[in-house]
């Protein structure tokens, strides 16, 4: 997504210098701008003009074309990987107050019952496994990395803390929609 919006800006950037140009021209000329049938040195001609927003379209689907494959195999990945996190969305289910399954679990974890969340946490953990390495950007990295020391956090606490637990909860819904971001 960053690369299109990076080359929708240069081609905007480009349409502008043409219209810099045109008006430029056209206050040279006077009242000769729109004249379309004259052969003033000053007439805008539209032609080129043309020829110029379509070779900035051709550019813009030459670029589409030759970065398809990578954003393909990219969202391939992500999708390959997001499907191998059962354990944390069902962690992310537990753990959710808006939920009548959520407040079940967190109400049982505030009481001092914690072996529910923490073995899915552990489950959870064990299963983020190898990062992929297309999808492996700093940031991302980042992410997961939160995400995986909080659920290693929250699997072998040997007491209820909730605050811990939403932070955790925080850093692996971030995990998730990073993932999920290159999936759509």
Do not use: C
């Not at 670029?63 to 069902?90: C, D, I, K, M, N």
């Not at 001092?112 to 923490?118: F, R, S, V």
């Not at 190898?130 to 020391?149: D, G, H, M, Q, Y």
């Amino acid at each position: 997504m960053k690369n299109n919006i990076m080359a929708v800006a240069i081609a905007i950037g480009l349409v502008g210098l043409v219209a810099i140009g045109w008006a430029g021209g056209y206050t040279d000329a006077h009242d000769y701008g729109f004249s379309l049938g004259t052969e003033d040195p000053y007439r805008v001609q539209w032609e080129v003009l043309l020829t110029g927003v379509m070779a900035l379209l051709g550019g813009l689907m030459a670029y589409r074309g030759a970065t398809q494959p990578f954003r393909h195999s990219l969202e391939v990945e992500a999708a390959a990987y997001l499907s191998q996190q059962a354990h944390v969305e069902v962690f992310i289910s537990m753990t959710d107050q808006n939920t009548e399954f959520g407040t079940k679990f967190l109400r049982e974890y505030r009481e001092g019952t914690i072996g529910p969340i923490t073995d899915v946490a552990k489950l959870a953990a064990k299963g983020m496994g190898e990062f992929p390495p297309i999808l492996a950007t700093s940031v991302n990295v980042e992410i997961k990395r939160k995400a995986f020391t909080g659920l290693y956090a929250v699997a072998y606490m040997g007491e209820p803390r909730p605050e811990l637990l939403n932070n955790v909860r925080v850093n692996v819904v971030a995990f998730l929609d990073m993932l999920r971001k290159y999936t759509r």
